[in-house]
């Protein structure tokens, strides 16, 4: 958690730095017994977990949203990681976000093969509720005709996430819009975003969104992008761990992917397609746009009756519980 940022009044933050030496100065106080559980993410929080739930005999439970292996290994010392696998071993519950990305963790973290798991998707189960007008509002706050098709990317904006099928996109097409939602403030991203705005249908927007935000201004687009070249194998694991797939979804906004087996679920439930290069990528765009109304509701058919939000929360709170409680479970 961040130092600073209201969670709320039963949430209290404090800082907390992922090494050796505040492990040593800190992680023996007494004042950790207060907790009933230690909960962490991978992978810089996650040996701290471990070491406080084991020094002070407390359970805990780990989101794995990250599992760095591979070709995905991160900076992290071996030392490091090797507590962070060990993390995962002692959790009385490991919460992944897809179940392509099961057997990942599994082989990852060598878990026993009593080692409890569940699968929460990457979003919030309740989304938000935007204004009915909120749709056209939105289109002409940023300069886009209210008929217009439009894609949109969220998130890191690069090769790897497929930036370069955008550009050539708009650059084929130029009745197509596209909005782009960055996470990074980097002066020369936000130079050639600029550059490229200025001769392309390309709405980017200039401060770094929140969560909330980039839910509810998505029911202005017409189509999104979940992208994933990455060859590291949890982003080719992605499925209902992304949470752009999820957030478009959920606000019935049909998705291009790039071909991998956790994304065959789109081409089932109709509610979009995967992509191999420039030339599908180009052919979605046409297919969506003629089958717009019905792939829109296929969405939220996919939403509700794979992603499933609300029922994996009921189960995921009573995981947790039990975790914290195990006499109540």
């Known amino acids: 958690m961040l130092k600073g940022v209201d969670y709320g009044g039963a949430v209290r933050t404090g800082s907390v730095n992922y090494g050796w030496t505040w492990l040593l100065?800190?992680?023996?106080?007494?004042?950790?017994?207060?907790?009933?559980?230690?909960?962490?993410?991978?992978?810089?929080?996650?040996?701290?977990?471990?070491?406080?739930?084991?020094?002070?005999?407390?359970?805990?439970?780990?989101?794995?949203?990250?599992?760095?292996?591979?070709?995905?290994?991160?900076?992290?010392?071996?030392?490091?990681?090797?507590?962070?696998?060990?993390?995962?071993?002692?959790?009385?519950?490991?919460?992944?976000?897809?179940?392509?990305?099961?057997?990942?963790?599994?082989?990852?973290a060598s878990l026993p093969k009593d080692s409890r798991l569940i699968v929460y998707p990457g979003c919030y189960h309740k989304p938000p509720t935007p204004p009915a007008d909120h749709r056209l509002q939105l289109r002409r706050q940023w300069g886009i005709p209210d008929d217009a098709f439009v894609l949109g990317a969220s998130g890191h904006f690069n090769l790897y996430i497929g930036a370069d099928l955008l550009l050539e996109a708009l650059a084929a097409d130029q009745s197509l819009y596209a909005v782009v939602q960055p996470t990074s403030n980097n002066p020369f991203e936000k130079y050639m975003f600029d550059y490229i705005s200025r001769t392309a249908n390309m709405h980017v927007e200039q401060q770094v969104m929140t969560w909330q935000q980039s839910w509810e201004s998505s029911v202005a687009l017409d189509v999104g992008m979940a992208v994933y070249r990455h060859q590291g194998s949890q982003f080719q694991k992605m499925g209902i761990s992304s949470n752009r797939l999820c957030m478009f979804l959920a606000m019935g906004v049909p998705v291009i992917g790039n071909r991998q087996p956790s994304y065959e679920f789109l081409e089932r439930f109709g509610c979009g397609l995967m992509v191999s290069d420039s030339h599908e990528f180009q052919q979605a765009l046409d297919y969506i746009r003629r089958n717009l109304a019905a792939m829109r509701q296929a969405c939220k058919t996919c939403f509700d009756e794979y992603i499933m939000p609300p029922g994996r929360y009921e189960g995921l709170s009573k995981a947790i519980a039990e975790v914290i409680n195990p006499t109540r479970a």
């Open 25 to 108: 100065k800190y992680a023996w106080r007494p004042r950790w017994k207060s907790y009933a559980c230690f909960s962490g993410t991978s992978e810089d929080p996650l040996a701290v977990v471990g070491v406080l739930s084991a020094l002070h005999r407390r359970p805990c439970f780990v989101l794995a949203d990250e599992i760095k292996s591979d070709l995905y290994y991160g900076n992290r010392p071996e030392t490091w990681k090797r507590l962070c696998r060990w993390t995962n071993r002692r959790a009385k519950l490991n919460i992944v976000n897809d179940d392509a990305r099961l057997e990942l963790l599994r082989d990852y």
